[in-house]
């Protein structure tokens, strides 16, 4: 079986070759083809996935190109892990909206206008040459924002692309472990949009634990989104957000965060992975030794900022290890071999949740078999998460009007109308600022 991965240069892709050489079944993956604009990036990505492979008898082979369509056809599942931009271009996302006073993270409020603004293009490009080359293959999204840019990839290729992300997976996983339970083996009750959900329970042998983890706020205070958010906001909730969400609840501290930092986290990763890849030209370095040191310093800084706005001290040694790998080759699995299994997915909403239109992209536990992945009927959300959904929703909408249509006028309206830019004359003054330092925003007029 043949796997593409669009981004093949990035730094979490031995992630993913890392899971595949755990894969020894029949129908595995035997040929992962690197596809990037950039060959130096994957010449450095292939050295370290070489030494990766070394004394696995059976490693998938790996083949790397400049070439889109080459590395398109013939593929029975395709990764999109690209980034538009570049690291620079997240540094710029942040720096531009933090001037403004608004926060410019990745994927929330304006830096992920801004990603998307420019990415949504690409994607759409792709899906489209995907279509026509490779119209058998299943699509398996990282590139964020995530949920955006899936939904804007459905478009061209309906049900056969699917959004992936591992925050909700670590959510489920950590409220497990303090419980006490098996990830393995418990429901999440988990609805939303890519980093915008909410765990509403966690069914073990049919019994909801998660009251019990409401009602002791020690139990609560324990762990990562218990620091995060701090035990009296989850339980008046009733639900464990994503982690993203602090973004919004606490929006005023994560500016401030970010704007007394040394570095923004786009900055700070933008210098390390240069670092990284500048290492990687030297003929004698150990690619792997190289890439797991720069690695576990990236775990490790993970969403610094929002852990220092709220106390919640260093990373727990059990959440530094990934996991959207695994809930791809998961994926890729199910589908290939027919082998059921339930994922918190990115998918089309197809009334799942009623509050949204039938295309809309939502992220929820799907059931997974080899005709793709089938959302699950969810409960509606309470108001304050319904309202919040439909609001960001919306904008994402906007942001597919603008790419579309190339309209700046929907561009600033996308901005204006997201709950954490608070005036249209920030909307204004952002599309100014990020078509002056992004030339793939270049098209909006």
Known sequence: MKLTILGGGGFRVPLVYGALLGDHAEGRVTHVVLHDLDAGRLSAVTRVLAEQ??????APEVSATTDLDEALTGADFVFSAIRVGGLEGRADDERVALAEGVLGQETVGAGGIAYGLRTVPVAEDIARRVARVAPDAWVINFTNPAGL?????????????IGICDS???????????????????????????????VRGLRVNGRDELPRLLADPDLLGSFEE???FGTDWLQSLGAIPNEYL??????????????????????????????????????????????????????????AEARETAGAGERDADDLSGGYEKVALALMRAIARDERTTLILNVRNRGTLSVLDAEAVIEVPCLVDANG?????????????????????????????????????????????????????????????????????????
């Not at 840019?149 to 692309?161: I, P």
């Not at 339970?181 to 890519?194: F, K, Q, S, T």
């Open 53 to 58: 492979a070394a004394g696995v008898p059976d």
């Open 149 to 161: 840019v899936t939904e804007a990839m459905s478009r061209h290729l309906g049900d056969r692309v």
């Open 168 to 198: 909700p997976v670590g959510l489920g996983r950590r409220i497990a472990r303090v419980l006490g339970a098996n990830p393995g083996e418990a429901w999440i009750d988990y609805v939303g949009l890519n980093h915008l959900g909410w």
């Open 226 to 228: 218990g620091k995060l």
């Open 246 to 303: 602090h973004y919004y609840y606490f929006n005023r501290e994560a500016v401030r965060a970010y704007s007394q930092a040394e570095k923004t986290r786009g900055a700070f990763l933008r210098d390390q992975q240069a670092g990284f890849y500048d290492e990687m030209k030297q003929p004698g370095t150990a690619a792997l030794t190289a890439w797991d040191r720069t690695r576990a310093e990236r775990e490790a800084t993970y969403m």
């Open 373 to 445: 992945a089938h959302p699950v009927t969810v409960d509606p959300l309470p108001d304050h998460a319904s309202g919040l959904v439909c609001s960001v929703k919306a904008v994402e909408r906007e942001v597919l009007a603008a790419a579309e249509s190339g309209s700046r006028t929907t561009a600033v309206k996308a901005f204006a109308l997201h709950p954490l830019v608070d005036s249209v004359n920030v909307a204004r003054r952002l599309v100014d600022g990020y078509t002056a330092v992004h030339p793939g925003l270049a098209y909006l007029k």
